[in-house]
């Protein structure tokens, strides 16, 4: 069946860069696109941006200058850099996908803190 | 981008009631839109899509309506279990939107 799972650091430093990753299985990366969507702490989601299945990525514009998604088709993986985290980065990050445009796949999140 | 104004913020309701929530878009979506419950500390599961149908597994007591710029989200015959925050989500545009969502709560 399909699962994503997301991994990350935890706790990244003011300024520095976020790097996560979304490992999935069940489908390949080649046939369903993959989203990150983020969610501060008991608030609403923002959608960040997709790898389309063919390769491309398409970026949120409040987001495009500090965030970067690539990813490995050999290891069913999805990658997240976004740099100069600041305090209100602090969010569970979600990967998230589908055979459609709605997300039908959710993985558990990741919680990321921004802090000295 | 598409603005997604979802109401209300927050309803307290009883076991066995009717539960409408709306979701409004800022221009028309034509019904590409999905509605996702999120239970606390899970991920958003998805209920509805293309604005009326249910996602497989999903149970017949929810269901979608709307068109143009205009949704709602109906649970019938409130159960425990369906205690969450209830998100629309619009995928006509990019970037893709959500709405605030809407916090229901047991009275």
């Known amino acids: 069946q399909v699962q994503l799972m997301e991994s990350g650091p935890g706790l990244v430093q003011p300024s520095e860069t976020l790097s996560l990753t979304c490992t999935v299985s069940?489908?390949?990366?080649?046939?369903?696109?993959v989203h990150w969507v983020r969610q501060p702490p008991g608030k609403g989601l923002e959608w960040m941006g997709v790898?389309?299945?063919?390769?491309?990525?398409d970026y949120n514009s409040a987001l495009k200058s500090r965030l970067s998604i690539s990813r490995d088709t050999s290891k069913n993986q999805v990658f997240l850099k976004m740099n100069s985290l600041q305090s209100e980065d602090t969010t569970t990050y979600y990967c998230?996908?589908?055979?459609?445009?709605?997300?039908?796949?959710w993985g558990q999140g990741t919680l990321v803190t921004v802090s000295s | 981008d598409i603005r997604m104004t979802q109401s209300p913020a927050s309803l307290s309701a009883s076991l066995g009631e009717t539960v409408n929530i709306e979701c409004l878009a800022s221009?028309?979506?034509?019904?590409?839109l999905a509605w996702y419950q999120q239970k606390p500390g899970k991920s958003p599961q998805l209920l509805i899509y293309?604005?009326?149908s249910l996602q497989n597994g999903v149970p017949s007591r929810f269901s979608g309506s709307g068109s143009g710029t205009q949704y709602s989200l109906k649970i019938n015959s409130l159960q425990s279990e369906d205690v969450a925050t209830y998100f629309c989500?619009?995928?006509?545009?990019?970037?893709?939107?959500f709405g605030g969502g809407t916090k229901l709560e047991l009275k």
């Open positions: 989500q619009q995928y006509n545009n990019y970037p893709r939107t």
């Open positions: 293309n604005a009326n």
């Open positions: 221009e028309d979506i034509y019904s590409d």
């Open positions: 998230a996908t589908g055979p459609y445009n709605w997300f039908a796949y």
């Open positions: 069940g489908f390949s990366l080649t046939s369903y696109n």
């Open positions: 790898m389309w299945s063919g390769g491309s990525t």
